[in-house]
Nanobody, 122 residues
Framework: QVQLVESGGGLVQAGGSLRLSCAAS????????MGWFRQTPEKRRELVAA????????YYTDSVKGRFTISRDNARNTVYLQMNSLKPEDTAVYYC???????????????WGQGTQVTVSS
């Protein structure tokens, strides 16, 4: 069993930055593909960014390319999402997720965190 705990959300002005962290418990984190999703009441959950098990391959949805960066530190069992040049439309609950498919990016995710709110004011 793997538990994921997000942190780093909050309120920021447009153009600002936030860094989300996701700490994982369990000894198999380094084998997992990891992703960050977001969801608003109006939209279904979408995959924002993903990274393979060793950090060599990443995926970003078009709307965040060039602004967000996903990374991981397997020694610390942590995955990060650096968010720069934030826009009001980035406002959402952000979820960390882990997949047994270590190579997959747009794949099935098996474990989920509780979510952290990101609010970007205009």
């Amino acid at each position: 069993q793997v538990q994921l705990v997000e942190s780093g959300g909050g309120l920021v002005q447009a153009g600002g930055s936030l860094r989300l962290s996701c700490a994982a418990s369990g000894r198999t984190f380094s084998n997992f593909g990891m992703g960050w999703f977001r969801q608003t009441p109006e939209k279904r959950r979408e995959l924002v960014a993903a990274i393979n098990y060793k950090g060599s391959t990443t995926y970003y949805t078009d709307s965040v390319k060039g602004r967000f960066t996903i990374s991981r530190d397997n020694a610390r069992n942590t995955v990060y999402l650096q968010m720069n040049s934030l826009k009001p439309e980035d406002t959402a609950v952000y979820y960390c997720a882990g997949s047994h498919d270590g190579l997959g990016l747009k794949t099935t995710y098996d474990y989920w965190g509780q979510g952290t709110q990101v609010t970007v004011s205009s």
